[in-house]
């Protein structure tokens, strides 16, 4: 195959970023415009969760995104029920920032470049009219001790004869870490029942739908959240995994901001949930194949009007945690990581930094191509994927393979990445 083909091919349809700044002029983004023209779902993926560059790349996506093409919400790889606190400081002012972003549950959000990314929505909303408005959202269920408060709360008001019967099975949801703790037998079993009463006449009766509402959307979180502490993270059949309901769970909940026909969702995630394939999630030991990604669900429900980017770095450095003889430490803070250019012609890296020097954007979707870009499109390739842990010794080597046309729509490139800042 024609390496130099494909080359011309990347080099021709890269848009080049005039910056990384927030606030910069969004004219070297105006190419995109057309791109994403009926995308209603904008999948912003990241090959790391610790590189500062893509706090800031997708910071200015984001004011792309909502002053030209009208997004309404954020929605992140972070806890449903804590970014309801968030959602209410973007909205409304309520409450303070930074201590918001440390309720999320991630280490991953708590840095300096995201608190910038929620004061800048929150100064858009401060001016911006009803329909212009944008909404914070989280779309996982872990971290679910928000939504027991809140049913717990209400159903001591509404049916406080039941309230202990119904919530105390879902006691060890309150803090209960994925990977860490063990697994709760016969929480979701409880977290059914809890709501098939609130979907009954009883609590519907007596209140305010919003109310009721507010408290069969927690209920709903904390089925999902129970599902995955049950679950093993490995099994041969990986549709039973935590991980293939996890992404489940991530894109029937970007669906519930879709019921709004005029809403338009930009979501924050890992390069693994947001891409198309199968393949972005490999099978673990002793499975027959990788999970769903979010990103695969959401392409089937939506088509073209999802669209994936994932996020990718040439070198540098990145905060992850360190993952030793299989096991991660969260006593140690996540550590800093320096890896070199990517050199060997098998990384989609190698291409990209060859096609166009500096940070820049390519759409996969659109455009002629020749049978020689159609054949390394479709071919297997490798790319850098760490999420939020890293192999202590074998990092630097680590890839894992991807097939560009079944994963993704569009590839932005940062050309050097540092470690974000935390708080």
Known sequence: MAAGEVGEWLAGRAVALSGL????????????????????????GESTHGTREFFLLKHRLLEFLVGRLGFTTLAMEASASAARVLNDYVSHGTGQAA???AGLGFWTWH????????????????????PGKVRFAGIDPQHAAGSLREVRAFLQEAAPGRAAELTGPLAPLDGFRLGLDRPVAGGLDA????????????????YAAERVDQARWHARILRQSADLAGRPYQHHDPE?????????????????????????????AHNGHVAKSRAAIPPQAGQRAGVIPMGQHLARRHGAAYYALGLLFG??????????????????????????????????????????????????????????????????????????????????????????AEEYDGLAFVARGTCSTPL
Not at 191 to 206: H, K, T
Not at 241 to 260: C, E, G, K, M, P
Request: hydrophobic share 45%; charged share 25%; aromatic share 6%.
């Open 111 to 130: 840095t300096a470049e995201m608190l910038a990314v929620v004061e800048w929505l929150r100064e858009h909303n401060r001016t911006a009219p009803e």
């Open 21 to 44: 700044t927030p606030g910069t002029p969004t004219g070297d983004l105006e190419p995109l415009a057309e791109v994403l023209a009926g995308v209603r779902v904008a999948g912003l």
């Open 315 to 404: 070198q540098g450095e990145f905060r992850a945690r360190r993952k030793r003889f299989g096991r991660i430490s969260i006593r140690r803070p996540p550590a800093r990581h320096r890896v070199p250019a990517a050199t060997t012609p098998a990384a989609i890296e190698t291409h990209l930094a060859a096609a166009r020097a500096g940070d820049h954007v390519v759409d996969l979707r659109g455009g002629p191509r020749s049978e020689a870009v159609r054949e390394w499109l479709g071919s297997r390739h490798h790319m850098r994927s760490y999420g939020a842990v890293a192999g202590a010794f074998t990092y630097k080597l680590a890839f894992m393979t991807t097939v560009l």
């Open 99 to 101: 201590a918001a972003l």
């Open 191 to 206: 977290a059914r029942r809890l709501e098939d009463f609130l979907a009954g006449d009883e609590p519907a009766g007596r």
């Open 240 to 268: 039973r995994t935590i991980s293939a309901a996890r992404d489940a769970y991530l894109a029937d909940n970007v669906d519930l901001l879709l019921r709004d026909p005029e809403a338009k969702v930009a979501v924050w």
